[in-house]
């Protein structure tokens, strides 16, 4: 797999690009990572990449002819735009963009992005929650991780990808390690005893109690949380 990522800050990504199972898959050769400097393809001494809005307001526009030519070859890949205006990110986005052979991430940056491009360059425009941040590139890191971690051969063992939190609308409930007391607390009973059907069973309670309480948005439609 091959991920673009067009952007005015290529330096922010290669630390964060070389740790963990990230960094592992790239050595691996299981994905590629082309840092596109934007300003590479801007114009005359300034090498300007935003522009003052029409109809005046606050804030600086990303110009569309920079952009243009930096998507241009990338035409026919899956191109996304990050923007605090874009549909939210969820799982099903990752899962759907980790089975692409080419996805070019597009960083938006200043007030926003001219329409033209998000209208003619662009296939997806999404944020990655309701808060505000100075640019995308946050959010490139963010896909770029929760993407590779879904190739198969990334991680460890494949099963630990297949049972997680929101594969399966839930919450995962909570896991304990040694020591089984721990500063005078104690590891719930159950999952000592060595009964199996007894643990699943209160595995799942706790998966539905946690979802009820913190993320009831995640069973919205889906039950009645009242009667839960
Ligand atoms: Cl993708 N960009 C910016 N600037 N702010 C955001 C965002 C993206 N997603 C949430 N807030």
């Known amino acids: 797999m091959k991920i673009s990522i067009i952007t005015i800050f290529p330096e922010y990504f290669p630390q964060a690009l070389a740790v963990g199972i990230l960094g592992r898959a790239l050595e691996a050769r299981l994905v590629e990572v082309d840092l596109i400097d934007l300003r590479d393809y801007a114009e005359g001494t300034h090498r300007a990449v935003d522009d003052a809005p029409f109809g005046g307001g606050p804030g600086m526009v990303m110009m569309p002819e920079p952009l243009a030519k930096a998507l241009d070859p990338l035409e026919g890949t899956h191109r996304v735009l990050f923007t605090p205006v874009g549909r939210r990110l969820d799982q099903a986005m990752l899962d759907r963009w980790s089975d692409l052979d080419h996805l070019t991430l597009v960083c938006g940056r200043y007030e926003g992005v001219d329409e033209r491009i998000a209208e003619h360059f662009i296939d997806e425009e999404v944020s990655v929650g309701d ?98």
């Open 131 to 228: 808060y505000v941040l100075a640019g995308g590139e946050v959010a490139a890191l963010l896909v770029t991780e929760g993407i590779v971690r879904l190739l198969p051969e990334a991680v460890g063992n494949p099963c630990s990808v297949v049972f997680e939190s929101f594969r399966e609308g839930l919450l995962e409930e909570p896991v304990y390690t040694r020591p089984s007391v721990f500063r005078g607390w104690q590891v719930p009973e159950v999952l000592l005893s060595g009964d199996h059907r007894r643990i699943a069973a209160w595995r799942t309670a706790q998966r539905r109690e946690r979802t009820r309480d913190r993320r009831p948005d995640l069973l919205e439609g889906k039950c009645n949380v009242e009667e839960w």
